[in-house]
């Protein structure tokens, strides 16, 4: 109880930083904005990422969201905050079999054969331990950290003041939808029997799909706070980039990315809205072990149809079916040229797919020129007016950035042209809605909540 209690008193201590680092941010914020004062952005940045990266829980993550929505924060706030790092200090073998306790009960340890008292993984949520069923199996224990829901709720409310100083600051992007798609997304986060049937929902999309790995998950051994599944084997990105020079395997495995992101989407509407490096592994053949699933967003099969029309609209150059695809989005009240504006983004976005040829990462810009584009755009939003991206668009938007800069990393040369013609050859949005009810029945996941959005 001793330790439990110092780590709340840890954790309020914490927050109380994170909170006097934002209430100076937004003082010399104001001041700069107001008072014509001259702000050390870079400095400041850096104090705010220290701030945070100190922290257990999902403020850590908002963080890491937050830096991948296009200007959202200034330049320098964003930069620090996209190299928080997921992996933290584990908690220590005494605090684990009191959460194991309370989870499995007082003979937890008799339902494993072996139980690792290290962590192999510790993230902003809760960490990961390595065990082994009587039956020889190998299993990855995923043990959420107490009093999360509380933290959500806390964080949540430091997001909302980001966002709050953020259209003080400017009020191009309205943040009102953004605040209220990530606060749902985390807290689906902390349901893990969620996440168990999200990993059943992938494991019937990706059935067919050599290059991706899904694992079971082990109900008897779960509970709302408690994921065990089957343990995958694999290497983390960076050491395979680090050992691994051989261009047609990087090949491979962008495209077994970029086939694990996307055929969930177009054939399901589902999206995995995080592809940061700490969620999946590369197996020995290339193929991508996937391995958390609380970042899910499931969609309208309209709204998957609207992406299809926006890319069309722009390689045929057609004005009328992009009007429609943004308002197929969620976009509404938008003038031509707020349609030019956001054109400029989805051009961006959109451009790998246009051309039917191998094309080396390189090519398509760095992650500067893809900031830079954003820059453009959001002053071209300011000067109209403004603008409220809908709901959809932050995951969407976030899971097409994560994956650029998994591409770049590979130095991938691949023709995406053909990739993504073919997933959406044969797309019916009928035939789509079909595969959703029956995915929902078959994984236990209630069909309503596809259409949530």
Known sequence: MADDQSAIGGRIKRYAKVTGTMGNLAMKMAGER????????????????????????????????????????PRE?????????????????LFVKRRMMAELGADWMSKFQSFEKSAAAAASLGQVHQSIGHDGTTYACKLQYPDMAS????????????????????????????HQEL??????????????????????MLKGE???????????????????????????????????????????????MFRTWYVPFYYYGVIHGDPHPGNYTIADDGSVNLLDYGCIRLFRPSFVSGVIDLYKAIRDGDDALAVKAYENWGFSGLDQEAIDVLNIWAKFIYTPLLEDRARPIHEMGTGTHGRDVAMKVYEELKRIGGVQPPREFVLMDRAAIGLGSVFMHLKAEVNWHQLFEGLIDDFDQDKLGERQSTAARDCGIPESIYSHS
């Open 34 to 73: 107001y008072l014509g004062l001259k702000v050390d952005r870079d400095k400041h940045a850096a104090e705010l990422r220290d701030a945070l990266g100190g922290l257990k829980g999902p403020l850590m993550k908002v963080a890491q969201i937050l830096a991948t929505i296009p200007e959202a924060l």
């Open 77 to 93: 706030y964003a930069e620090e905050l996209a190299n928080l790092q997921t992996d933290a200090p584990s908690m220590g073998w």
């Open 151 to 178: 933290a959500v709720e806390a964080d949540l409310k430091q997001l909302k003041l980001i966002l709050n100083l953020y259209e003080r600051y400017d009020n191009a992007i309205s943040t009102g939808e953004i």
């Open 183 to 204: 606060a749902e997304r985390l807290a689906e986060e902390l349901d893990y029997k969620r996440e168990a049937s999200n990993m059943k929902l992938y494991r019937h």
């Open 210 to 256: 050599a290059g991706a790995n899904v694992p079971a998950p082990v109900e008897e051994l779960s509970t709302d706070r408690l994921l065990t599944m089957t343990w995958i084997n694999g290497t983390r990105l960076k050491t395979f980039i680090a050992e691994n020079e051989n261009q047609e395997d990087r090949n491979n495995v962008a495209i077994n």
